[in-house]
Structures are given as structure tokens and as C-alpha cells.
């Protein structure tokens, strides 16, 4: 006997999440960690957009890596986007878990679309000469995605929103930080070249031979230093969430804004060591997230990035507009709680399996 086609899409819908869990679980350790936190309701969006946008990173690097064509690749990412768009989604359980999102939420496309473009830089293997041209790659590879975070956790407004951008920014400058060797080893510098020259080192010769020196050092500290600066004013930002997505969000910032911590504590040396904090200091982190922490209003208050301008005034210009009937009609609806316990669900199932074997 055949199920109706709502359950039918039901245990799809189980089916996708369960294998976007998966993803989360190997992909991003820091990032599956600070998602625990989250309220069952938000769980699920947050993974499959999330797991969407790891899947299409892989795929372009994938493709520079294996030497083919990173633009075809984007080519279909934006097919993929289209159809996800028209509710149409191709046969990729990411695919099909971020329409439920996005249909669910009505979430800006300009945000992905702000995404893709920053891959595209990376295709294009564009050079970046000051922190204005970094801050402008990471608010397209990172600041979208704080904005898509913030935007279905409920934070509509133009303060949250550019907190919420500036923390990717400051998560992706702490990653730049981090990686200088590893990128280096590809071919990709995001060091601003101005500082490196600034510092007495050619870029290019640099990036011919990378190796580590006081000069280096110096540079990836001023580049922490900045990302420090973007992680105190991002915070006051929290307060504008949901008070049950707040812990959450501050344990990714302090994870995060720990990498750069021991980055210091080993020498700053990103050529020959990539920093990694360990299981026992994210635990602590992930506790001391929960405390109760004091936004300063002079960052609440205080201009955005202008590299992460453009995003907000996306987000504000999309918030203004009538809501269709079918989002009203999803928005009533208590999907983010079924959505929820069926992650719930499946975190047991694997436990149930994994013992089982």
C-alpha cells in the first residue's frame, strides 16, 4: 500500500536531514559543536543551510583541485539555485533541505547569490591589495552567511543584521589567519599584499616559496588584531536574537575568536602549523557561553563594514516587503518544532546504530 504523498515527503524530508547532519558531523567540528545550542526549532535550518553551503564550497575547490572548470561548476551551483528557488530542487539532499528553508523563511537569494560570487573570486584567483579588499572576499564567503543565520533566526533589523555579517568577517579573517601556509600551498594569498609589502615581503616571491619569518608573524598578528576588532563589535549584535539562539551564537564567536588565541600561543606560525583547539578548551567555551555577557552600545550603535553594507540593505529591502500567502501560511504552521524533534530523532538513531554495531 502506498503512503500518502505527505508522509511520503515527510520521510524525504527525514531522510535529507539525517544525511545533512551527517555532513555537519565531519565537515565542521567547531561549527556541528556551537549548532548543538541551538533550540530544536532552529537546528535543522541552520544545518541545511549550512550543509548547502559547505557542499558547493567542496565542489569548487574540488574542481580547482582536480584541475577542471571552477566556472562550470558555478554555472550549476547557480542552475541549482534557480531550481531551488521555483521550488523545484534537483535530486541533492542539500538541495532539497535548503528549499525547505528557503521557502519556509523566504530567504533573500541576493545572500547566496553574494556567496557564490565570493567562490567565483576564488575561480577568478583574484588578488586582494588592502583589509578594505579582504573584508570585501570575506563578507561574500562568510558575512552572507551570517546574514542568512540571522535572518531566519528572526533578527530583521539593520543593527543585528551588520553584527551578524561582521562576526563572519571576523570568522573568516581568524580562518585567513590560520591557513596562510595551506592556502599558500594552492596558490592563494589573502594576506593583504599591501601589508606584506609594507613588511619588507614580496607577495609573489612569498607565495613561490612560503616560509615563515618575524615579518610574516607581525602581519598575521595585525590581521588578528582586526579580526579581534570585528569580533568586540559584532557581539553587542547578539542581544538582537532570540534569547534561546544566543548561546549558540556566542559559542561560535568564542571558538572562533580561540583560534586566533592559539594561533599566538604557537608562535604564530600558520606556515608550519595549523592551529586547532582542543576538545577540553571548546567544551569550555561552549560553557562559558551560556553566561550572561554585557553589549557595548557603542558598538550596537555603531556604523556597518562598509563591505557588509550592501548585504543589510538586501536584507532590510526584502523585510519590507508584503509576506505571500503561502509564507504566511508556512509561518503558521509548527514546523520548526517537528523539524526539530526529527533531528532529535536521528542524532538517536545513530547512537542506536553505531552501538548495534
Known amino acids: ?29 567547531s561549527f556541528f559543536a556551537a549548532s548543538r545550542l541551538l533550540p530544536a526549532r532552529m537546528r535543522a535550518a541552520s544545518i541545511a543551510l549550512y550543509a548547502f553551503c559547505r557542499v558547493a564550497d567542496d ?7 582536480a584541475g577542471g572548470d571552477m566556472h562550470a561548476s558555478l554555472q550549476q551551483l547557480h542552475r541549482r539555485l534557480d531550481q531551488i528557488y521555483d521550488d523545484r530542487p534537483e535530486a541533492f539532499v542539500e538541495d532539497r533541505a535548503l528549499a525547505v528553508v528557503v521557502h ?46 540571522c535572518w531566519i533566526m528572526g533578527g530583521r533589523n539593520a543593527a ?51 616560509r615563515i619569518s618575524p615579518a610574516l608573524s607581525q602581519v598575521v598578528e595585525r590581521l588578528l588584531q582586526e579580526a579581534d576588532r570585528l569580533y568586540q563589535q559584532a557581539t553587542s549584535g547578539v542581544a538582537g536574537l532570540p534569547r534561546d539562539c544566543r548561546a549558540a551564537i556566542l ?53 556597518p563594514l562598509p ?19 503561502r509564507t504566511v501560511h508556512m509561518l503558521r504552521r509548527p514546523l520548526g518544532q517537528r523539524v526539530g524533534w526529527m533531528i532529535e530523532l536521528f542524532e538517536r538513531q545513530q547512537v542506536l546504530r553505531r552501538t548495534a554495531r
Open 59 to 65: 565542489l569548487v575547490d574540488q574542481a580547482q583541485a
Open 1 to 29: 500500500m502506498l503512503m500518502p504523498t505527505a508522509q511520503t515527503q515527510a520521510l524525504r524530508r527525514q531522510q535529507d536531514l539525517l544525511a545533512c547532519v551527517e555532513m555537519m558531523r565531519g565537515g565542521s567540528k
Open 307 to 325: 563591505a557588509i553594507a550592501y548585504l543589510v540593505d538586501v536584507c532590510v529591502r526584502a523585510g519590507a516587503q508584503p509576506l505571500s500567502m
Open 160 to 210: 543585528t543584521l551588520a553584527r551578524a555579517c561582521e562576526l563572519g568577517v571576523a570568522m573568516q579573517l581568524t580562518n585567513i589567519a590560520r591557513d596562510v601556509g595551506e592556502d599558500a600551498r594552492n596558490g592563494r594569498l589573502y594576506l593583504p599584499r599591501q601589508w606584506l609589502t609594507d613588511a619588507g615581503i614580496d607577495p609573489d616571491q612569498w607565495l613561490q616559496q612560503p
Open 251 to 303: 559559542a561560535a564567536r568564542l571558538i572562533y575568536a580561540e583560534i586566533g588565541q592559539q594561533l599566538r600561543r604557537d608562535g604564530l606560525n600558520p606556515v608550519d602549523h595549523r592551529a586547532v583547539v582542543g576538545r577540553s578548551r571548546k567544551l569550555a567555551l561552549l560553557s562559558r557561553a551560556w553566561w550572561p555577557y554585557a553589549a557595548s552600545p557603542q558598538w550596537a550603535q555603531c556604523a
Open 104 to 149: 519556509e523563511y523566504s530567504l533573500p537569494r541576493a545572500l547566496l547569490d553574494a556567496l557564490l560570487e565570493g567562490f567565483a573570486w576564488d575561480a577568478q584567483a583574484r588578488q586582494y591589495q588592502s583589509i578594505e579588499d579582504v573584508h570585501a572576499y570575506g563578507a561574500r564567503v562568510a558575512g552572507s552567511v551570517g546574514a542568512m543565520m
